[in-house]
Structures are given as structure tokens and as C-alpha cells.
DNA sequence: CGGTATGTTGACAGTGATCAAGAAAGGTGG
DNA sequence: CCACCTTTCTTGATCACTGTCAACATACCG
């Protein structure tokens, strides 16, 4: 990834967005994403002071490739990203999704290890790693923030990878619970994403993740409005199913 | 956990440990394995001002439990931790093992989420969490010197979660020569952890553990001297199952 | 030497993947 | 606004990998 100048475009995005309800969504909560307390408001004036972009990327597109050099870090405005990575057999692990606030693509090897895709349309801020490590060589603020920013996602995917050994019932429920808190809506989620990506997120095939949901759905745990459209109905007993 | 004042014992270990082959290896390894960079020195040197122990933990016994306040952070001078999460239906999942020399522990939340056990007899270093954040606050090297720790710590269990949705011989080949990197023996690996351990890090049974290994060895990629010692004679091979 | 913990191997079952077909939803163009 | 097309999702049938249960082997230890 060099400079940072156009907006990329998808080649034939022509679909349904459903992206859109979580812009609106998002729109409210990314100011208050960042400021989680008042503490941290100077660093995040400091962090903000280096950003560009927004940068608008359409849905499916790639925002670093795998092994591109690791000099930006991400926050989306608006809109879901996931990393991931491609396997010689076709088939994809994605190991995060990540809500407008979430800063993510930090790491402390020079290349990126993960491609990071828009999992729905969205608006991305860079931020130039080096800067913000001199930011933060002087501003201890932004030293916590960039250390709290890296500890909540070791804490993220240490409930991932707690989730993906267990059966296909659990994974979708914990996977619906989790995604129900960070997008925070109340009891309605609008998937972001395809399905596709949820299965690809969960080492579940497409078929099992649309199974898993009719089956929740039967049990009366959850409704569906529309395919994308759930709601959590039985939050209590979706939990009990986690142990 | 309180104060760290004995030494805690295990309830009943009577049994091997191969604990001791990795722990020569490590008497050597502790002073380098702090010291990675000569820029970090200083940092070192004031993180281990305010280290408390090392106490000797002996195998399988714990030493922090599931909800315990998380007011210190660990770093291994000798031997194999694990942290893992035990389920209601006497599951278990080993999120990560830890050599000597990683800290491990860092959380911003008020308890430990995992469990923190002794994988071998091990000797720990104890680190106050809140002294930590108060050094890094004065000493700019210093939460330079956590945020590394924790991006570490990201990148393996990132490494980790893409390898558990594979096949169960591609997760044993991965932890085989994972492992060997860690603990930087040449190609003879003696397990410093039972196959049960592994098996609960891998997401398999203890049963499948067994037969992938005999199956790696009848494809002549791995030699067995006994049970616990490996022999990696065909690392490329090795690499190629992975993609 | 005997007892316990750990590891190995076999037989069978179950969960989830794969293959295949059809349904639903969304966008496009007339 | 409607017909058409593409993408996404759903459902069924079958298969394979891995888990479970069981028995045995081996290593370690007193």
C-alpha cells in the first residue's frame, strides 16, 4: 500500500447494502467510540492530529494485502473491516471483525500478516505507524491509549479463539451475542456481513452457519425478520448455551 | 491470588518431568530472552526492579484462577505456563502456552479472564500491574517495552486462531515446529507439555493428538525417540502441510 | 514389584463438510 | 413498475474427519 490519495473503488459492487444501518448506527457512536474516558481525550486529540482519510472503501474491497508493508494503522468511521487470511486451497480464515472506534492492523513486524478487507462499505482513517510511535515517545497518553487499543483485541481474540473449538451451535450464539454488544443495537441485529464471512470468521461452512440459524430459530431463541435481520428473542438462553 | 509469600505446592506430582530438559535449556535462555534488544535495556532493567519472587510452582498447580484479581502480571524465568479456561462439561481450552521469558498476564480488565497454571515446575517472576503502569508512565521505555510485549502476544494467538480450523494434521505439524522455534532446540524437541495439554491447545482429543503423530511418523516427517521427545527430520515437508 | 498416570491403538458414532438443487432478495434495464 | 439476472441464502443427501468408548501398553514412582 503506497500514499494515500484516491479512493479505491470495488470492481462490481451492486448490491444490497446492509451496511447502511450500521452507518447510521455508527455515525452517532464513533465520536464516543474514542473518547472512553476522559482521561484518554488528549491522547486521542494527539492520535487524531496524524490521522488521514477518511478514506471511502466500497464493500469487499482490499484494503491491505497480505505482506504489504505495515506502515499504516486503521480506525473505521463507519462500516465493518475484517482481517483475514487467504489459504493455498481456496478457502479464507477470518480472524477479526472490527466496529467503527476499533483501532486495528497494529503489529510489530514491518509487513502486514493478515489482509484487511471492507466486510461492508466503509470509511477508514489511517494512521502512519511511525508517527504515532513518536507521538507516543512523547505523549505517555498516547503510549496507554496504543497499549489499551492492543490489549482489548488480545482480549477479543482470546474469546475468539476460546469459541472456535466448540460446537457449531455455540459459535453462532456467541458470535450473535458478541456482535449484539459491539454494534449495540438492543435486541434486533442487522448482519453487516455475509454469511459467508460469518462462516469464514467461525471455521464453519456457509451451510452449517444457515442450518445453525434456522435451527436457533426453531428452538425460538432468536427471529428472523429477513435473512439478515435476527433477533435475539431468548438472550438468557442463548447464553446458557455458551456454559 | 494474595501476596506472594510461599512456595505453593501441587497436590500430588509423582510423575515424570520432562520439565527438566527444557529447564537447562532456559537457565541459559532467561538473561537473552529479556535482553532482545540492546534499545531495551533500560527498560528491562526497570521492569525487573519491581519484580517480586521467582517462586517455584510445581506441575499442574495453578497460579491464578479464573475471576482472580488481576493485579499482577508473570513472566516465566524457568519452565512451561498455560493458560486455559475450564468448561462446565469438564472440557478444558489451553489458549496459550508461554516459555521463559514472555510476560503474559496483561489485561485491562479488573480479573483474570483464563486460568494461569504451571505446564511443567516452573519458576515465576511476579510483576505488580499497577507498579508496571506507574513506571510506564515515567519511563517511556518501559510502555514501549509493554506495548511490544502485548503486540507479541497478539501475533501469536493471531498465528494460532488460523491454525485451529484446520486439519488435525496440519495443527500438530504447526505446534511441532511453533514449539521448536520457541524453545529453540535444534531439530530434537523433547515436549516440554503432555498430549494432553496439547490436545486441549490444539481444540482435539488426546486420542487424535496420538494418531497424527504416529501418522507424521510413518510419513517419515518426524521421528520418535519416546513419547515426549521428536525429532523434526523433515522440517521442509513439515512446512508444506501448513500452505 | 505393583500401582498410577500417560500414551497408543482399534471400533464405532456423530458433527459438520461437501455436493447439489432450489428459493429468496436485490439490482438492472426495459 | 415489472421481468430478468445475479448473488446470497436455505435445505436435503451423503461422506469424512474427528470424538468417544474401550482395551491395552508403557513409563514413572514409591
Redesign the pocket.
Same mark, same amino acid.
Given at each position: 500500500m503506497g500514499e494515500i490519495e484516491v479512493v479505491k473503488a470495488s470492481k #462490481?459492487v451492486?448490491?444490497?447494502?446492509p451496511s447502511y444501518s450500521v452507518a447510521s448506527n455508527a455515525k452517532s457512536s464513533f465520536p464516543n467510540a474514542l473518547i472512553l474516558e476522559d482521561s484518554h481525550k488528549l491522547a486521542q486529540r494527539a492520535v487524531l492530529a496524524v490521522r488521514r482519510g477518511p478514506i471511502r472503501y466500497r464493500r469487499n474491497s482490499t484494503i491491505v494485502c497480505e505482506g504489504d508493508p505495515a506502515d499504516y494503522v486503521f480506525m473505521a468511521v463507519d462500516g465493518i473491516v475484517r482481517r483475514c487470511k487467504a489459504f493455498q486451497n481456496g478457502t479464507r480464515a477470518i480472524v477479526a471483525f472490527h466496529t467503527p472506534g476499533e483501532f486495528f492492523g497494529w503489529t510489530d513486524e514491518a509487513k502486514h500478516a493478515l489482509s484487511i478487507e471492507a466486510a461492508t462499505d466503509a470509511m477508514i482513517l489511517f494512521f502512519k505507524r511511525s508517527a504515532l510511535l513518536a507521538i507516543a515517545a512523547r505523549e505517555q497518553k498516547v503510549a496507554s491509549f496504543l497499549l489499551t487499543a492492543s490489549t482489548g483485541e488480545l482480549r477479543r481474540i482470546q474469546e475468539h479463539s476460546l469459541r472456535i473449538n466448540r #460446537?457449531?451451535?455455540c459459535r453462532v450464539a456467541s458470535f450473535l451475542l458478541d456482535l449484539s454488544t459491539r454494534i449495540h443495537e438492543t435486541a434486533e441485529i442487522d448482519l453487516p456481513m #455475509?454469511?459467508?464471512d460469518i462462516a469464514d470468521h467461525l471455521?464453519? #461452512?456457509?451451510? *452449517?452457519v444457515?442450518?445453525t440459524? *434456522?435451527e436457533l430459530e426453531r428452538a425460538c431463541l432468536i427471529e428472523?425478520a429477513?435473512?439478515?435481520t435476527i433477533v435475539l428473542t431468548n438472550r438468557a438462553a442463548l447464553l446458557r448455551l455458551l456454559n
Open positions: #462490481s451492486k448490491r444490497r447494502q #460446537s457449531a451451535k #455475509s454469511h459467508q471455521g464453519l #461452512s456457509i451451510e *452449517t444457515s442450518r440459524i *434456522t428472523r429477513s435473512a439478515r
